[in-house]
C-alpha cells in the first residue's frame, strides 16, 4: 500500500539497522528542519524518532508495522540517515520517490508467501 501521508507526532515506527537491530520507537517532530552538526548542510521536511541508533544504521528501513492483510506486514515510511543524542532523523519515502525522479512505488513480495 503507498503512503501518502507524512509521519505524525506520536506514531510508532519501526526501524532495522546493521549496528542496533530491530528498533522501536514514536515520532517526535514531522516535517522539521534538520541542520547537519559540522557541516553547511541542511534538509528540509525531516521527521525524528526517539529510539536508539548508532553509526552504520545509514541507509535502514523505517517503517510501521500494519499486520495488514498479513502477521507482520509492513509499510515503509522512510530512510534513516542520522543520529541526534537518543533520536534519529529519516527522510519521508515520498520524498525519496521524488528525489529519485519517480512517482511510483517499489512493491515488493516475497514470492515464498504466495503473492
Known amino acids: 500500500a503507498e503512503r501518502d501521508t507524512y509521519p505524525s507526532q506520536g ?11 530491530w528498533v522501536r520507537g514514536n515520532v ?3 516535517c522539521t528542519r ?4 559540522g557541516t553547511n548542510r541542511t534538509f528540509l521536511c525531516q521527521s ?7 553509526v552504520g544504521d ?26 541526534s ?8 519515502i515520498g ?4 528525489e529519485l525522479g519517480t512517482s511510483s512505488t ?3 513480495c516475497d514470492l515464498s508467501f504466495g503473492c
Open 106 to 108: 517499489w512493491d515488493t
Open 85 to 92: 543524542g537518543n533520536s534519529y532523523y529519516f527522510s519521508y
Open 11 to 21: 506514531e510508532t515506527l519501526e526501524k532495522v539497522g546493521q549496528k542496533t537491530g
Open 48 to 54: 525524528v524518532v526517539v529510539a536508539t541508533t548508532d
Open 95 to 98: 520524498q525519496v520517490y521524488m
Open 58 to 83: 545509514s541507509g535502514s528501513p523505517v517503517f510501521k508495522l500494519t499486520n495488514s492483510p498479513s502477521t507482520y506486514d509492513v509499510q515503509i515510511v522512510g530512510l534513516y540517515w542520522g543520529l
Open 28 to 30: 517526535s517532530s514531522s
Open 34 to 37: 534538520a541542520d547537519v552538526t
